[in-house]
């Protein structure tokens, strides 16, 4: 079980979209600060403002989300699942990018945290 934690602007959000276009499952939702969603092996840990997670570093940096690091989902068949969601409105980052090792691209997430979609060569 791999487990990941990001950083929310809005826990119900979050849950909503992970079980509702993304396959997750709620294990656990604590309102405003915290819920856990899962998808096979993985834990999504989804850390609201009032969450522990959200606590200034020594630095005064505050967590924030967003950023370029992400979340891998495969899919069987980008092309369907792109129009799905693009159909719900779901934000994209970019066009379905091909390589060597097969196609991606990248949504967001209520919270504009990013999650590339993959579909293997």
Same mark, same amino acid.
Request: proline share 9%; charged share 20%.
């Given at each position: ?24 499952? @709620? ?15 993985? &834990?999504?840990? @989804?850390? !609201? ?5 959200? &606590?200034?570093?020594?630095? *005064?940096?505050?967590?924030?989300? !967003? !950023? ?15 129009? &799905?969601?693009?159909?719900? *409105? ?8 091909? *390589? ?11 919270? *504009?945290?990013?999650?590339? @979609?993959?579909?293997?060569?």
């Amino acid at each position: 079980m791999a487990e990941l934690r990001y950083i929310v602007d809005d826990v119900a959000a979050a849950a909503t979209f992970y079980t509702q276009f993304l396959d997750f499952t @709620l294990e656990q939702e604590m309102g405003a600060p915290f819920a856990i969603v899962s998808r096979g092996d993985l &834990r999504l840990w @989804l850390s !609201g403002h009032s969450s522990s997670a959200r &606590r200034p570093m020594p630095d *005064g940096a505050s967590p924030v989300p !967003g !950023g370029w690091n992400r979340l891998v989902l495969q899919v069987p068949d980008l092309s369907a699942t792109v129009e &799905r969601l693009r159909q719900a *409105g779901v934000p994209f980052r970019n066009d379905i990018v091909t *390589g060597p090792g097969g196609k991606q691209i990248l949504i967001e997430d209520p919270s *504009g945290n990013p999650i590339e @979609l993959f579909e293997p060569a």
